[in-house]
């Protein structure tokens, strides 16, 4: 069974300012995909970016970028030039691509808050 | 067209009541599936219907009846819930089985008195 762990429980950044979220998981599969959902206050879960595990290329998406550590099993995301938008919960996925796949295995998620 | 559209957006049921949540989508996905999230916890999956088929069950009570009618709507029905059925529940689609690009419903958020 896979595993998914976010250690931030919560955090803060000041608008503008970078910050990194961080995701480690667990997986005795070699071909997989990760994600980051954000969901805000509106409740909708909106997907932020995808990383498919055979590529070396770390994935990034305007302002959101992603380091991809695949022999540690880390996934962090960074959001960069933080708007006040961003204040969300966000959560990290894992999602094996064999056949039948259809689950995804989240984190507990991270509470960002992004401060004026 | 890009939406997961649920309905209704608040209820508020008796454990003797009988409801459904409805979700819709016209982006021609063929799988979709219903998760359950309760209050600052992740969303657990329910229901995968692919191809308008019941793929996957996970162990969820009769209580909870999904239906797909067609390729675009996704029904579940609810029937003499518990409290502890209380919480919002996703809708998700996606263009396939593997659910790389899945999108998500803004939820329903269910509360049994």
């Known amino acids: 069974a896979q595993t998914v762990t976010q250690s931030q429980p919560e955090m803060s950044v000041q608008e503008a300012e970078t910050v990194t979220l961080s995701c480690t998981y667990d997986t005795s599969e070699s071909n997989y995909y990760l994600f980051w959902y954000k969901q805000p206050p509106s409740r909708q879960m909106i997907l932020v970016i995808r990383q498919e595990a055979y590529k070396q290329q770390n994935a990034t998406e305007n302002r959101f970028s992603v380091n991809f550590q695949k022999a540690a099993k880390s996934f962090s995301l960074k959001i960069s030039d933080s708007q006040l938008g961003d204040t969300a919960m966000y959560f990290c996925a894992f999602m094996n691509s064999g056949a039948g796949s259809y689950q995804l295995t989240f984190g507990k998620g991270t509470k960002l808050s992004v401060i004026p | 067209d890009t939406e997961v559209t649920q309905t209704p957006k608040h209820l508020v049921m008796g454990m003797t009541n009988k409801k459904s949540l409805k979700c819709e989508q016209h982006?021609?996905?063929?799988?979709m599936y219903w998760y359950k999230q309760k209050a600052k916890k992740p969303p657990e999956l329910m229901f995968v219907?692919?191809?308008?088929?019941?793929?996957i069950n996970e162990s969820v009570p009769s209580r909870f009846s999904p239906e797909c009618p067609n390729s675009s709507l996704l029904n579940l029905h609810l029937h003499a819930l518990q409290p502890e059925d209380s919480a919002l529940y996703l809708c998700a689609s996606s263009p396939s089985q593997v659910n790389t690009e899945a999108f998500f419903g803004q939820g329903t958020r269910l509360t049994v008195v």
């Open positions: 219907y692919s191809y308008e088929k019941l793929s």
């Open positions: 982006m021609g996905h063929r799988a």
